[in-house]
């Protein structure tokens, strides 16, 4: 089990006003959850809840505390193949 952040941040539509975002995903909610817990994102957060497009999005500095804690670092285009896998399997 795996949680993901893309490189969304280095794209324009990452941009959030002056704030750059990115896009974090897991193999599984609990997984998701718990990394948003350690990097201090909110639960409340979650968009598409069960759904193979779930994720959160976080700025920069939570997505480096995410990466930090274990979260592996793919592109954009990874995390839709990633996330397609997902649809399939269920």
Known sequence: MTVYVDDMHKHPMGRFGRMRMSHMA????????AMAFKVGVSH??????????EHLDVCLS?????VAAGAKEVTMRELVVIMRGKRGAS
Request: proline letters at 0%; zero cysteines.
């Open 44 to 53: 409340r957060h979650l968009q598409h809840k069960g759904t193979s497009t």
């Open 26 to 33: 897991a193999d599984s909610t609990e997984e998701l959850l």
């Open 62 to 66: 939570k997505r480096e505390m995410a």
